[in-house]
T-cell receptor, first 115, second 109 residues
């Protein structure tokens, strides 16, 4: 079965501090994604990547950077964490076929609290 | 930009009843995916490309046509309680992905 893991599973950060969230997939998928979910809402796409060493902006990229050093790993970086970035962050991977993106496989999520 | 509207926002049913969740879009598409999430839990894909075997609940089915998609959960169980999201996916060359706000489903015993 497809596997996407995230670390850490939860984190408390201070305002202005740097936070790095990591994601690892063993699916051999080209596409990886970072989303944030706020309480009671759906997910919003922050960054995604379709090949190693390249990242693309999603719908809400401001305040976030992403890094894809290899096909298996995709990181989300908050250089200066802010209170508004408190949320649950999900990583996902997927393949891309002729008909469009295949199903996304999600990690368990990272709960980030910025104080 | 593309928009996704889900209804109802919440739904409470008795165990054994069928649940029907609705999703409408600002564009005509068949690139729709449904996800299930338990509170604080991982998102589980329920179905995607028409004709593909659902990877989640085998008692759920989806119909997507034009600007509308629906998810039906047959003979619901208490374990089906959670939040269901529909997701609008871009076609090749347009990787834009938009989530609906979700439908919170509660199945009572």
């Amino acid at each position: 079965e497809a596997a996407v893991t995230q670390s850490p599973r939860s984190k408390v950060a201070v305002t202005g501090g740097k936070v790095t969230l990591s994601c690892h997939q063993t699916n051999n998928h080209d596409y990886m994604y970072w989303y944030r979910q706020d309480t009671g809402h759906g997910l919003r796409l922050i960054h995604y990547s379709y090949v190693a060493d390249s990242t693309e902006k999603g719908d809400i990229p401001d305040g976030y950077k992403a890094s894809r050093p290899s096909q298996e790993n995709f990181s989300l970086i908050l250089e200066l964490a802010s209170l508004s970035q408190t949320a649950v962050y999900f990583c996902a991977s997927s393949e891309w076929g002729q008909g469009g993106p295949y199903e996304q496989y999600f990690g368990p999520g990272t709960r980030l609290t910025v104080l | 930009g593309q928009q996704v509207q889900q209804s109802p926002a919440s739904l409470v049913l008795q165990e054994g009843e069928n649940a029907e969740l609705q999703c409408s879009f600002s564009i005509s598409t068949n690139q729709v995916q449904w996800f299930y999430q338990r509170p604080g839990g991982r998102l589980i894909g329920l179905s995607y490309i028409p004709g593909m075997k659902p990877t989640g609940k085998q008692t759920s089915s989806t119909v997507t046509k034009g600007r509308h998609s629906s998810l039906t959960i047959s003979s619901s169980q208490t374990t089906d309680s959670g939040t269901y999201f529909c997701v609008l996916r871009g076609n090749y060359g347009n990787e834009k992905i938009t989530f609906g706000a979700g439908t919170k489903l509660t199945i009572k015993p």
